[in-house]
């Protein structure tokens, strides 16, 4: 039967080869898509060396502050560039629509700025045209115009009739028919990825980023033989070709299109963003007015100020062993990072409840599971971004709290308002250090999309199995 | 056979037919929930605008004019954020909302980054940003086309199929007559019920100006007639319905995703956006460099003190003279930058008129107010505000007065300009691609009209 069934199949193969319209429509597709990988990397290639630039113009600008105040350092802040992912050439993901650096400063923490997605006209909302688009898309087409005839329609049914009075079985009809659909579908993976590895490779990937390819290859393998599966059932379920073709173009349209769209559209209805305004409202409310240190009279400031004098046993703070400006400065920065960290972390739950709500949507759409993976593996979704922000508001952290030290270290001299101190020495040591998600986080956290992605093939082979003795009674 | 009759015929074989019902309610649901997304957001645009004048209120009758009161001895203005409020067709479309700031920050003082420094960028999840906005412009842009296609992919290959074209043709009649005739018919009984659709979903949800619905109505029916001319050539072309179906899928799948998808790529890579970190970055540069240099100047030639001093210390006027001299020097640079920047968007802009789906997609986002040109008209009027704001700061610093509280109370806020409007010429020059593109498209049919005989 194995053999019989690869036979059907090798046929089936040939009757597609000869089908040449369809064979160039593939490589046109194909070539869309290799060039559309080649000049993303030519462009990411470009960021990484103008991010690169940037942080070397921002790192230079930052310590030629000279000798000043060091709170005043935390003011002039510094830019933090996100970093580019190589392989953003073939799923560029959420890359357009998150911001690509964080200006850092002391009392406030900045959400990214400068997204791809801002300046732009009525076109810039066409666009998202990439190598995971074309397999997301328009490879489903693809199958579905190159399978939706296999048994349906006059000329199919007739051969199919032939085909069973020669003795063949309808399972290995069907089988046959889905080994060749999935085979031409697994061939148009391995050239797309083939296609992309000179590209992505030449960007210098690491190995991690190598084993997240294969992951995402083989996630779109899995979603491309969902829709082989659906072609060959239906073609086999429907005798009139029109209705195979309409009924595959309906779920084609309403789970790679359609659905993709309004599931974002529900969930941000049922899980709502705060507005920018009002996120910021509500943070600066319990910020700003909470701990400052600029504002002395603030309550708990006044608080710690009893706390050091009774310590000491002082009455004035001047009189203290330290600058209680720093002191001040440095509680100030604490209350209002542990602010912002709620708000934030708040805004970041709502962004994964959406995504959570989104991924009911896969069980009318497989496309809802497979982009999240496809991005995940990237390093192109919410989670590479999210750790790029969370890396860098460590970073200014340390970096501003070194400075409230040194400022609560050291009084001004006699006669000065301020001590000074070279900024460059004194945050030497504090480095950003940019963090990366572990492939084992990324599978972990997409587990859920994998096994969305594997019972909708499990489901669609099925149904091409059933659709088999089905098809051996109406012929 | 006139073509009363031939169109008659059409029409009731149409209404007969029960997926057009069908297809009508599915548009009609698509259509309302679309509009009713678009409501949303223009409360959610309205709430967060309330919150920034509630801000500038509190300012404004709060510290502002506190210090005003207490004859503070500096020039205090009534410092507002300007905002470009949605307009009354705003649930139309989003548009571009989400890509521009909406409000913006003036000080007398402030330098070119000022103006939107502290204004926070949209905070919306970028997995539903990216996914793109499900709004009325999206169903008339994305699925009112395969609304028309379905309902019209077989208005000749279905009549050779039944056999109607062979009897037909055997009739003393042309054969581009009465397939204009069809296309029209079925233009008719789909494209005026689902404008009608459109037309209502969009008054419910709030967009009720009557020239904006205008300008909307015939937008639609632009960009339907554009579709009905590509059903009436794929209708000659395909000898078979299955055949005429995969070419309406293609033809659709080529129009409204791939071309334009593809063309903002080759606008990607002929005229990349300039980098705007990069310009933070060394605008950052170059003022800390020419602030560097002012404050050395003034170290060495400190402004005389003057006796009796005047009522504005002179430190004020040193700043604001630094101010004026470190945006004179850096003029330049952030022209160049937005030479870059407009000459990128030009390039998006002129695309539109080649790409039917974008010119009704900018025909839509221009009548909503949600356009490119809106916000940038927006921000061009905040920066004059600032402008003008500075040169009353001047004129205090010259006059050596202090701003009395009747001066505070009574400054005009910033209010935005709108131009043009629902038939603005934006509007009319995309209704003019779309109408050329549907005219190419008859002319093709017309030359390819002998190909309806062939059976």
């Keep these: ?475 | 056979m006139s073509s009363f009759a031939i169109a008659g015929c059409e029409v009731r074989r149409l209404l007969r037919d029960r997926a057009l019902p069908a297809l009508l309610i599915l548009l009609l649901g698509l259509s309302a929930y679309a509009a009713w997304n678009g409501a949303d957001w223009v409360q959610e645009r309205e709430a967060a605008i309330g919150l920034i004048k509630a801000a500038d209120q509190a300012w404004l009758t709060g510290d502002g004019r506190h210090f005003v009161a207490q004859s503070y001895p500096s020039v205090i203005l009534p410092i507002t954020q300007p905002v470009l409020a949605p307009t009354a067709m705003a649930p139309l479309s989003v548009g571009q909302a989400d890509a521009y700031p909406f409000t913006a920050e003036t000080f007398p003082l402030g330098d070119y980054t000022y103006l939107f420094r502290r204004v926070w960028a949209d905070i919306g999840s970028p997995t539903v940003r990216a996914a793109g906005r499900f709004d009325l412009a999206f169903v008339v842009v994305f699925l009112l086309p395969l609304v028309i296609l379905a309902t019209t992919y077989d208005l000749w290959s279905g009549e050779r199929e039944r056999g109607v074209a062979a009897m037909v043709l055997s009739q003393p009649v042309a054969v581009g007559p009465v397939i204009a005739v069809k296309a029209l018919a079925r233009g008719l009984v789909v494209l005026l019920p689902s404008t009608a659709v459109i037309l209502a979903v969009a008054a419910w949800a709030g967009a009720r100006e009557p020239i904006g619905l205008m300008a909307l109505a015939l937008s639609v029916l632009a960009y339907g007639g554009f579709w009905l001319a590509i059903a009436v050539i794929i209708s000659l072309v395909a000898r078979r319905s299955t055949e005429a179906a995969i070419a309406a899928g293609a033809v659709w799948l080529l129009v409204v995703v791939m071309t334009p998808s593809l063309s903002l790529a080759a606008v990607d890579l002929a005229a990349p956006a300039p980098s705007e970190m990069r310009f933070a970055t060394d605008l950052k540069a170059r003022t800390t460099e020419m602030t560097e240099r002012q404050r050395l100047y003034r170290e060495a030639n400190p402004t005389p003190v003057r006796v009796p001093a005047p009522r504005i210390p002179d430190r004020l006027r040193d700043v604001y003279a630094d101010r004026v001299a470190l945006d004179r020097e850096l003029a330049p640079m952030i022209a160049a930058h937005q030479q870059a920047r407009d000459a990128r968007r030009h390039l998006l802009d002129t695309m539109r008129f080649f790409l039917p789906s974008v010119a009704v997609q900018d025909a839509l986002d221009r009548i909503a107010g949600s356009d490119a040109d809106r916000a940038l008209a927006f921000e061009s009027q905040a920066r004059t505000a600032q402008l003008e704001l500075r040169l009353m700061f001047k004129s205090y610093l010259d006059r050596d007065a202090l701003v009395t509280l009747a001066e505070y109370d009574n400054m005009p806020g910033f209010q935005f300009r709108e131009s043009g409007g629902a038939f603005q010429a934006g509007v009319l020059a995309d209704l003019a691609a779309l109408v050329v593109a549907t005219l190419l498209i008859l002319v093709a049919a017309r030359a390819l009209r002998g190909q309806a005989v062939v059976l």
């Design chain 1, 1 to 475: 039967m194995f053999f019989r069934t690869l036979g059907v199949a090798a046929t089936q193969l040939t009757l597609m080869w000869r089908e040449r319209r369809l064979l160039w429509l593939a490589l046109s597709v194909l070539l869309l898509a290799g060039a559309s990988v080649a000049t993303s990397a030519a462009r990411l290639s470009g960021q990484t060396e103008e991010r690169r630039a940037v942080a070397e113009e921002e790192a230079l600008l930052w310590d030629s502050q000279g000798v000043i105040d060091p709170h005043d350092a935390a003011h002039v802040g510094r830019a933090v560039p996100a970093p580019v992912r190589p392989l953003a050439a073939f799923d560029p993901g959420l890359s357009d629509f998150v911001g690509t650096s964080v200006f850092i400063e002391g009392h406030a923490q900045n959400p990214a700025r400068h997204r791809p997605i801002e300046g732009g006209a009525a076109l810039s909302r066409f666009g998202g045209f990439s190598a995971a688009w074309t397999l997301q898309i328009v490879a489903p087409l693809l199958i579905i115009l190159a399978g939706f005839a296999a048994m349906s329609g006059e000329v199919a049914r007739t051969r199919l009739r032939q085909e069973l009075a020669a003795g063949a079985s309808a399972s290995v009809l069907v089988g046959g028919r889905l080994v060749a659909l999935a085979t031409a579908a697994g061939l148009l993976v391995i050239v797309m990825i083939g296609v992309s590895l000179p590209a992505i490779l030449l960007q210098g990937v690491s190995e991690a980023e190598l084993v997240g390819l294969a992951a995402i290859g083989g996630a779109y393998a899995l979603y491309l033989l969902v829709f082989c599966a659906v072609t060959v059932a239906a073609s086999a379920l429907f005798a009139s070709a029109r209705t195979a073709l309409v009924v595959l173009l309906g779920f084609w349209a309403v789970s790679t299109l359609l659905v993709p769209r309004v599931a974002p559209a529900v969930t941000e209805t049922l899980a709502p963003t705060p507005s920018a305004p009002e996120f910021r409202a509500a943070v600066t409310e319990e910020a700003e007015n909470g701990v400052d240190g600029h504002d002395p009279a603030d309550e708990r400031l006044n608080a710690l100020r009893d706390e050091l004098l009774a310590r000491h046993q002082v009455s004035d703070v001047e009189d203290l062993p330290v600058n209680f400006r720093g002191v001040s400065l440095e509680f100030a920065e604490e209350n209002s990072t542990a602010t912002y960290n709620r708000h934030f972390e708040q805004l970041y739950a709502v962004y994964h409840r959406q995504e959570v709500l989104q991924r009911a949507f896969a069980s009318i759409s497989p496309a809802v599971a497979l982009q999240p993976w496809s991005r995940a593996f990237a390093g192109t979704d919410f989670g590479a971004h999210l750790t790029y922000l969370r890396g860098v508001e460590d970073y200014r952290y340390r970096l501003v709290q070194t400075l409230n030290q040194e400022v609560a270290a050291n009084k001004p001299p006699p006669g000065e308002r301020y001590h000074l101190a070279d900024i460059a020495t004194i945050t030497r040591d504090v480095v950003y250090a940019p963090r990366t998600v572990s492939l084992s986080e990324v599978a972990g956290a997409q587990a859920p999309n994998l096994a969305i992605l594997l019972v909708w093939t499990v489901l669609a082979i099925s149904l091409a199995a059933a659709s088999a003795p089905r098809l051996g009674r109406r012929s």
